[in-house]
């Protein structure tokens, strides 16, 4: 669907809504509905909003709790994603998917933890390709060595660019980013030992086709 055709969708429920607002059961389902368009219209915060509705109806409704953990994913809060999950699992803990989705989650606690390509750039995490080279090409204007002086300014400035090529790298490839954002980094040193197929891009050991030639200043 297109952004338009969600917020149709949503008004349509919520037409729905008002028509039967004296069926419980019906008002949790709709509301459901509703939540899960603004996830999908990457709206978290409406998400959040319908999805706690749905938990005044019925508290333990996992349906919900999984949405609302979605929503606080898309929003970078990984660790209120994880606490909705464990929540859930609290109610039924052999609820379809949901241990799947614990573990992607804790993953994405670990990850977050340790560097965030995403913030990195500057990005929101449904950023597509474009905007992806575009923010990596300003960022590594700035912070490219050449543009300072003394040497403690370029070893700073070194470092940043080199995390800025880095997630450069993993988001604007498909597959490495599909794996950054199911929870595992694939430029850390412990996929590269335990998966030696990727032998591009390694910022930070030896191994990689990736070179640095500061002295130039331009930027790919």
């Avoid at 996992?62 to 699992?89: F, G, R």
């Avoid at 490495?176 to 335990?194: S, T, Y």
Wanted: proline share 5%; hydrophobic share 35%; with cysteine.
């Amino acid at each position: 669907m297109q952004q338009n055709d969600w917020g149709e969708a949503i008004n349509k429920f919520r037409k729905a809504l008002k028509q039967e607002s004296r069926v419980a059961a019906l008002n949790v389902e709709i509301q459901l509905k509703i939540c899960e368009c603004f996830i999908k219209d990457n709206n978290p915060q409406e998400a959040l909003v319908d999805c706690k509705k749905v938990l005044t109806l019925d508290e333990r409704n996992i349906p919900a709790l999984l949405l609302i953990s979605e929503a606080h994913t898309q929003q970078a809060e990984y660790e209120q994603a994880v606490e909705d999950l464990q929540k859930a699992a609290s109610i039924d803990d052999n609820y379809p998917g949901l241990n799947e989705k614990l573990k992607s989650a804790q993953k994405m606690l670990k990850q977050s933890q340790k560097r965030d390509y995403y913030k990195i750039l500057g990005i929101p995490r449904n950023a597509d390709k474009r905007s992806v080279i575009k923010a990596y090409r300003v960022l590594a204007r700035e912070w490219h060595p050449d543009n300072f002086h003394t040497e403690e300014e370029k070893k700073i400035a070194e470092k940043k660019f080199i995390e800025i090529a880095a997630a450069k790298e993993v988001l604007s490839n498909p597959e490495m980013r599909k794996k950054f954002d199911a929870g595992v980094d694939p430029l850390d040193p412990e996929e590269q030992q335990n998966s030696q197929q990727h032998q591009g891009f390694n910022p930070l050991g030896g191994g990689g086709g990736f070179t640095f030639h500061f002295g130039g200043g331009g930027v790919p």
